[in-house]
């Protein structure tokens, strides 16, 4: 969730490293748009094409099985990866031939359901996109809340076709300053929230028959989708891969983590505390404290064993990685106005709409063992509370599986099944539940109002 801090510091003191997200304001190339969406396989099976990355020539698919992976273009016109060729006809046709070893099968585009947008917030123009199913027609729309990336979410977002050929509406917009949209980047969590609802009340006049209208904030965008229930009403919320704390809590449990992955005992952790404690100070006063007690503790510690565990994935990790004049040079200006000092539970405490959070048991960015335990608790108060979690799932609920030709990567089992069903007032998850699903391709465990973990 604190990626884009992490990328671009990273992409400002080493300049010949090239940033994590994409570029702002790039965006998939206008002839190669025409091929998104998803494709019916025989057997029930689909691929869905979405952009990749922001990248303006590559592509991505998703099998319905949840595999998932970057589709390059060669130099005959197909689209290649590890394990899954694909050679589009032209868009007019609507089909794709999907290779897989020694089987090629034929796939024909969903007729779903397409508007393209442009509506304002603060101002500032937006673009988005509403999708829905292939009868024009929805129960229920749900606007997704892009994560700290700078991808173009009317192109990148895989949520946008999966919950659509599932029956959901969904609204997609890409953030200020990235794909088509005006205005400069921000991380600012309240800037953000109002342009959800901005998206909010663009959906209900695109889809006025819609019913329920809610949001889905992934990652950074699980913090803003329940802010977004305090400026418009909402029917649900639903937080995926994100934390029921802030940012400081974030990056003091992702470096504790990293630490006790590593094998360190709790000396080390005391030691840590003390560095993560310097590091709050300095975002707390956007970059302008805490920089002096900070070099000491890197000359006091510089040869505790403990320092090469800590990645830069986390605040903290950059702040050990860079020098504080690089630091006090290009640190408020790259953090974008992110809101450091955001308390979720409040706000998720507080909030109308019923909620589902769907959290990974394995996530290495956003560690969630006390975002669990705060749910619970919230659970006591609020039986609309669901909670789902994924024990295999890392960040973006994605799980390694080994395949016959090595290691791919895969949504969780039942995600976007779970997810839709929900949405729709279905059965799994109860409210007031913890559920436990398995691993990729299975059922789920059971449910219980303590929970299975």
Same mark, same amino acid.
Not at 277 to 304: C, P, W
Not at 308 to 333: C, D, M, V
Not at 374 to 385: A, E, F, S, W, Y
């Given at each position: 969730?604190l990626?884009?801090?992490?990328?671009?510091?990273?992409a400002a003191?080493?300049?010949?490293? $090239?940033?994590?997200?994409?570029?702002?304001?790039?965006?998939?190339?206008?002839?190669?748009?025409?091929?998104?969406?998803v494709?019916?396989?025989?057997?029930?099976?689909s691929?869905?094409?979405?952009?990749?990355?922001?990248?303006?020539?590559?592509?991505?698919?998703?099998?319905?099985n949840?595999?998932?992976?970057?589709?390059?273009?060669?130099?005959?016109?197909?689209?290649?990866?590890?394990?899954?060729?694909?050679?589009?006809?032209?868009?007019?046709?609507?089909?794709?031939?999907?290779?897989?070893g020694?089987?090629?099968?034929?796939?024909t585009?969903?007729?779903l359901?397409e508007?393209?947008?442009?509506?304002?917030?603060?101002?500032?123009?937006l673009?988005?996109k509403?999708?829905?199913?292939?009868t024009?027609r929805?129960? /229920?729309?749900?606007?997704?809340? #892009?994560?700290?990336?700078?991808?173009?979410?009317t192109?990148d977002?895989?949520w946008?076709?999966?919950?659509?050929?599932?029956?959901?509406?969904?609204?997609?917009?890409?953030?200020r300053?990235?794909g088509?949209?005006?205005?400069?980047?921000s991380?600012?969590?309240?800037?953000?929230?109002?342009d959800?609802?901005?998206?909010?009340k #663009?959906?209900?006049?695109l889809?006025?028959?819609?019913?329920?209208?809610?949001?889905?904030g992934? /990652?950074?965008?699980?913090?803003?989708?329940?802010?977004t229930?305090t400026?418009?009403?909402l029917?649900?919320?639903?937080? $995926?891969f994100?934390?029921?704390?802030?940012? &400081? !809590?974030?990056d003091?449990?992702?470096?504790?983590?990293?630490l006790?992955?590593?094998?360190?005992?709790e000396?080390?952790?005391?030691?840590v505390?003390?560095?993560?404690? &310097?590091?709050?100070?300095?975002?707390?006063?956007?970059?302008?404290?805490?920089?002096? #007690?900070?070099?000491?503790?890197?000359s006091?510690?510089?040869?505790?064993?403990?320092l090469a565990? @800590?990645?830069p994935?986390?605040?903290?990790?950059?702040?050990?990685k860079?020098?504080s004049?690089?630091?006090?040079?290009n640190? !408020?200006?790259l953090?974008?106005?992110l809101?450091?000092d955001?308390?979720?539970?409040?706000?998720?405490?507080?909030?109308?709409?019923?909620?589902?959070?769907?959290?990974?048991?394995?996530?290495?960015?956003?560690?969630?063992?006390?975002?669990?335990? @705060?749910?619970?608790?919230?659970?006591?108060?609020?039986?609309d509370?669901?909670?789902?979690?994924?024990?295999?799932?890392d960040h973006?609920? @994605? #799980?390694? &599986?080994?395949t016959?030709?090595?290691?791919?990567k895969?949504?969780?089992?039942?995600l976007f099944?779970?997810?839709?069903?929900? @949405?729709?007032?279905?059965?799994l998850?109860?409210?007031?539940?913890f559920?436990?699903?398995?691993a990729?391709?299975g059922?789920?465990?059971?449910?219980?109002?303590?929970?299975?973990?």
């Amino acid at each position: 969730m604190l990626a884009f801090l992490t990328a671009t510091l990273v992409a400002a003191a080493l300049s010949a490293s $090239a940033p994590l997200d994409a570029i702002p304001q790039t965006r998939l190339d206008a002839d190669l748009r025409c091929l998104l969406g998803v494709y019916a396989l025989p057997e029930g099976q689909s691929v869905t094409i979405t952009g990749d990355g922001g990248k303006q020539r590559d592509l991505h698919y998703t099998l319905s099985n949840g595999r998932f992976g970057r589709l390059q273009l060669d130099a005959s016109g197909g689209y290649g990866a590890d394990a899954v060729y694909i050679r589009f006809a032209p868009c007019r046709a609507g089909t794709l031939q999907l290779t897989q070893g020694e089987a090629t099968e034929t796939g024909t585009r969903l007729r779903l359901v397409e508007k393209q947008t442009t509506f304002s917030s603060d101002g500032i123009a937006l673009h988005g996109k509403l999708v829905l199913p292939a009868t024009g027609r929805a129960t /229920s729309a749900a606007v997704w809340v #892009e994560g700290s990336n700078n991808d173009p979410t009317t192109d990148d977002s895989v949520w946008q076709y999966e919950l659509a050929r599932r029956g959901i509406a969904v609204f997609v917009y890409d953030k200020r300053g990235t794909g088509a949209s005006a205005g400069a980047l921000s991380s600012d969590f309240h800037a953000r929230a109002r342009d959800t609802a901005a998206a909010v009340k #663009e959906t209900r006049r695109l889809a006025p028959g819609v019913r329920r209208v809610g949001v889905i904030g992934g /990652s950074q965008g699980g913090w803003v989708a329940p802010l977004t229930a305090t400026l418009v009403p909402l029917d649900f919320v639903v937080a $995926a891969f994100a934390m029921a704390e802030g940012p &400081i !809590a974030q990056d003091r449990e992702l470096v504790e983590q990293q630490l006790q992955r590593a094998g360190f005992d709790e000396t080390a952790l005391a030691e840590v505390r003390e560095l993560t404690a &310097i590091t709050e100070r300095i975002v707390r006063s956007n970059m302008r404290d805490g920089f002096a #007690e900070l070099d000491a503790f890197k000359s006091s510690h510089a040869d505790a064993p403990w320092l090469a565990a @800590i990645q830069p994935r986390s605040y903290t990790g950059l702040f050990l990685k860079f020098s504080s004049a690089e630091l006090q040079a290009n640190g !408020a200006a790259l953090a974008q106005g992110l809101s450091f000092d955001y308390e979720p539970r409040p706000v998720i405490e507080a909030i109308k709409p019923r909620q589902l959070w769907l959290l990974g048991g394995s996530d290495r960015q956003a560690p969630n063992v006390a975002t669990q335990a @705060i749910l619970r608790q919230l659970q006591q108060r609020r039986t609309d509370l669901a909670v789902v979690v994924f024990p295999n799932a890392d960040h973006g609920l @994605i #799980e390694s &599986i080994k395949t016959a030709d090595g290691v791919a990567k895969t949504y969780s089992a039942h995600l976007f099944d779970v997810t839709a069903n929900w @949405i729709d007032d279905g059965k799994l998850p109860a409210a007031g539940k913890f559920i436990v699903m398995p691993a990729a391709n299975g059922a789920p465990q059971g449910d219980s109002p303590r929970g299975n973990l």
